[in-house]
C-alpha cells in the first residue's frame, strides 16, 4: 500500500497557534528545508497524531498537543491518497474531540472512522499514555522522528526491532521510490501472517498456538495413560504374589484328600436339603388347596348374591337414561346448527379481511408511488447541485497562498520602488511651441514632457545639445527592469496578469468555497433518508435507488381508490358477528356438553351394571366347577404326600449312615 500526503492543515497545535496549511505536496520525495524551531518536527508529530493517535484520548502524549498554557483543542486535517484512492481525515482533541474520515465510500465518524483508519492504515489501537510505535503498524516501522534513528533501546529489545534499525538505514532510498511500492506489500502481507488490524493473533501464529494447545493434550492424556499403566503394573504383581501363595497351599497333598472328603460331604448335605424343601412344598400346596376351595365358598355365595344386585342396577340405569335420550338429541340438533352459522360467519370475516388486506396493499402501494416520484423530484434536484459543487470545488482549489500573495505585493513594491528611483534620477524636457527642425537621437520630436534617463543628443537647427543624466540612473533602470521581470515571472507561473488578479481570484476561490459549503448543505437536505423505500441518507444512496428504479408505469396505477374506512368497518362488523357466533357455538357446545356429561354416568353406570351381571354370572359358574374340581382332587394330592414321605424317610436313613 501506497500513502502520499497531498495537503496538511493544522489549528492550535503545540506552537502552531494560528491556523497553518502546508498543501502542493506532489509524487515522490517532498522535502521540507526551514530554520531550527520552526515547527517541521511539530508538523510531524502532527501527522502521527492524525493517523495513529485516537481521537477521545486523554492521556499525557494527548495533552501535549495543546499550546502551553492555553485551554484550546488541537485540530489537525490531512488530505492524502492510499490505495490509489483520495481520503480526508479531520481530527480534534481533548475538548469536543471529533473526528471524521471521508474517503469513496462516504463519510464516517466517531468510532467508525478510527475503525477504518486503522484498517486502511494496519495499525491497532493504542493504549499507552506515551504513545507506543508498536502499535503502528507496519507503517510504523518506515517512521523516522527527529533524532530517533540512532537511539540506544534496552537489550530485551534489540531482536525485536532489528528490522525497523534496518528500514531506518534505507529509508532514504525507499520513500516514494519504486523500493517503496516493493518493500510495503511484502511488510503488509507479513504482518498479516502474525496479527489482525485490530493487533489480535491470527494466521501462523494462531495456528501455532492451536497445535501447542492440541500437543499440550495430547501429553496431558499420555501422562494419566502411564500413570494407569504404572497401576496396572502394581496390581499385576500383588497378583502374581497372591497366586504363589495359593500355589504354594495346592501343592499340599494333606490339604487336597480334606477337600476331596469335605466336597463329599456337601453334596450329601444339598440332597438333604432339597428333599426337605420339596415336602415343605407339598404341605404347603395342600394347605394353600384347603384355603382355596374355602375362599371358593364365600366367593360363590357373594357372587350369586351379585348377581341379583346387578340386574336390579342395570333395571335402574335404564330407566334414568330413556328420559335424557330426547333432551340430548335436541341440544345436539341446536349445536350443528351453531356450529353451520359459526363457519359462515369465519368464511364472511375471511373474505372481508382478505378484502381489506388487499386494500392496504394498494394503498401502500400507491404510497411507495408517491415517496418514489418524490426521490426522482429530489434527484432531479441532486444534479444540479453536484454541477454546482464540482464547479464550486474546482474554483476554490485555484486559491492562491497568503505566501505567495506576499511574495507578489513583495515584488510590486520592489518595482513601484525601482520606478521611483529612476524617476528622480531622470531628467525631464518640455518641448513647446514650434518643434519642426527639433530632433531626438535622430528622431522629429513632438511637443511635450519627455523624461530622459540615458545619454540624448537634439538636433536644433545647426546645432546639438547633449544631455547626460546621473551615472547611477542605468543601474536604476537595471533594478527596475529586473524587478519588473521578477514580477511578470511569478504573475505567469500562477496564471494571473497582476497582483490585484491574485487577490480578486483569491477572494473568487474564497466565495466559491463557502458557496460548495452551503451546496453541500442543499445536498444533504435534498437526500434525507427515506425509511420505506430502504434509502440512506446521502447522494449516493438517492442516485443509486433512482438508477435501480424501471420506466414501467405501476400495474395499479388504474384502480379505484379503495374505501379503507367502509372496509374497515365491514370487518369490524364481520369480527363482531364471529364473536356472536362463537358464543353461540360455544353456548350449545356448553349444554351440549352438561347433557353428555350427565348421560356419560348413566351410561357408565348401565355398562357397569351390564359387565357385572355378565361378571357375576361367569364367576359364579366358575366357582362352583372349581369348588367341585378341587374337591374330587384333594385324593390324589394325598397319595402323592404318602409316597413322597417314604421316599423321604428312606433318603434319610441313607444319609445318615453315610455320614456315620
Not at 328420559?323 to 345436539?332: F, P
Request: net charge neutral; glycine share 8%.
Amino acid at each position: 500500500m501506497s500513502l502520499k500526503i497531498r495537503r496538511v492543515a493544522l489549528t492550535n497545535f503545540r506552537k502552531f497557534r494560528d491556523p497553518f496549511v502546508l498543501d502542493g505536496l506532489t509524487d515522490g520525495l517532498n522535502v521540507i528545508i526551514e530554520p531550527n524551531e520552526t515547527g517541521k518536527s511539530t508538523l510531524l508529530e502532527a501527522m502521527r497524531a492524525a493517523f495513529f493517535i485516537r481521537h477521545n484520548t486523554a492521556n499525557r502524549l494527548a495533552r501535549s498537543y495543546a499550546p502551553h498554557g492555553e485551554a484550546v483543542a488541537p485540530q489537525i486535517e490531512i488530505d492524502f491518497e492510499a490505495r490509489g484512492e483520495d481520503w480526508h481525515v479531520s481530527k480534534r482533541f481533548l475538548k469536543s474531540a471529533s473526528v471524521e474520515v471521508r474517503g469513496p465510500n462516504g463519510r464516517a465518524q466517531g468510532e467508525d472512522a478510527e475503525a477504518q483508519l486503522q484498517a486502511l492504515l494496519g495499525a491497532r489501537r493504542d493504549t499507552s499514555q506515551a504513545g507506543d510505535a508498536a502499535a503502528h503498524g507496519a507503517l510504523g516501522l518506515l517512521w523516522v522522528g527527529q533524532a530517533q534513528a540512532l537511539d540506544v533501546t534496552p537489550p530485551g529489545e534489540i531482536v525485536r526491532d532489528s528490522v525497523r534499525a534496518t528500514l531506518e538505514a534505507e529509508v532514504g532510498t525507499i520513500m516514494g521510490g519504486a523500493a517503496y511500492q516493493r518493500v510495503r506489500p511484502r511488510i503488509d502481507s507479513q504482518f498479516a501472517d502474525y496479527w489482525t488490524n485490530t493487533g489480535r493473533p491470527s494466521g501462523r501464529q494462531s495456528a501455532a498456538r492451536t497445535e501447542q494447545e492440541a500437543l499440550e493434550r495430547v501429553a496431558t492424556e499420555a501422562a494419566a495413560r502411564l500413570a494407569a499403566l504404572e497401576q496396572g503394573f502394581a496390581d499385576l504383581e500383588a497378583a502374581r504374589a497372591r497366586l504363589k501363595l495359593l500355589d504354594r497351599d495346592l501343592a499340599d497333598t494333606t490339604d487336597a484328600e480334606r477337600r476331596k472328603a469335605l466336597v463329599g460331604q456337601i453334596d450329601v448335605a444339598r440332597s438333604a436339603a432339597q428333599l426337605r424343601d420339596t415336602r415343605r412344598a407339598e404341605q404347603g400346596r395342600l394347605a394353600d388347596q384347603v384355603k382355596g376351595l374355602q375362599d371358593l365358598t364365600v366367593r360363590l355365595a357373594e357372587a350369586r348374591k351379585a348377581v341379583s344386585d346387578t340386574a336390579a342396577a342395570l333395571a335402574s340405569a335404564r330407566d334414568k337414561r330413556s328420559g335424557l335420550e330426547e333432551e340430548l338429541a335436541g341440544t345436539r340438533e341446536r349445536a350443528g346448527t351453531a356450529r353451520d352459522r359459526l363457519a359462515m360467519a369465519r368464511d364472511t370475516r375471511r373474505a372481508a379481511h382478505a378484502a381489506l388486506d388487499a386494500a392496504t396493499r394498494l394503498v401502500a402501494a400507491r404510497t411507495r408511488q408517491a415517496e418514489i416520484a418524490r426521490a426522482r423530484q429530489r434527484h432531479a434536484e441532486l444534479l444540479p447541485l453536484e454541477a454546482e459543487l464540482t464547479a464550486a470545488r474546482a474554483l476554490g482549489a485555484t486559491v492562491i497562498a497568503a505566501s505567495v500573495i506576499k511574495a507578489l505585493e513583495d515584488r510590486e513594491r520592489v518595482v513601484d520602488k525601482a520606478r521611483a528611483a529612476v524617476e528622480a534620477g531622470a531628467t525631464r524636457v518640455e518641448f513647446a511651441g514650434d518643434v519642426s527642425g527639433v530632433e531626438i537621437d535622430g528622431i522629429p520630436a513632438t511637443p511635450g514632457d519627455r523624461t530622459l534617463s540615458r545619454e540624448t543628443r537634439i538636433r536644433l537647427g545647426g546645432a546639438e545639445v547633449i544631455i547626460r543624466p546621473p551615472a547611477g540612473l542605468q543601474s536604476a533602470e537595471t533594478t527596475l527592469a529586473n524587478a519588473r521581470d521578477d514580477l511578470a515571472a511569478t504573475l505567469a507561473d500562477h496564471g494571473v496578469a497582476s497582483v490585484a488578479d491574485a487577490r480578486a481570484r483569491n477572494e473568487a476561490a474564497r466565495d466559491a468555497v463557502a458557496n460548495g459549503r452551503t451546496i453541500e448543505a442543499r445536498i444533504v437536505a435534498v437526500t434525507p433518508a427515506v425509511p420505506s423505500l430502504g434509502i440512506a441518507a446521502g447522494a449516493s444512496a438517492v442516485k443509486s435507488f433512482v438508477a435501480g428504479l424501471s420506466e414501467r408505469a405501476d400495474a395499479e396505477a388504474g384502480q379505484e381508490e379503495p374505501d379503507l374506512a367502509a372496509l374497515t368497518v365491514a370487518a369490524a362488523d364481520t369480527d363482531s358477528a364471529l364473536a356472536r357466533a362463537e358464543g353461540t357455538d360455544e353456548t350449545a357446545a356448553a349444554q351440549l356438553r352438561e347433557l353428555e356429561a350427565r348421560n356419560a354416568p348413566l351410561m357408565v353406570q348401565a355398562a357397569g351394571a351390564e359387565r357385572d351381571a355378565v361378571n357375576a354370572v361367569a364367576q359364579a359358574r366358575g366357582a362352583g366347577s372349581q369348588a367341585r374340581g378341587r374337591a374330587a382332587g384333594r385324593g390324589a394330592v394325598g397319595g402323592t404326600a404318602a409316597r413322597s414321605r417314604g421316599i423321604g424317610s428312606s433318603a434319610g436313613c441313607r444319609t445318615g449312615s453315610e455320614r456315620t
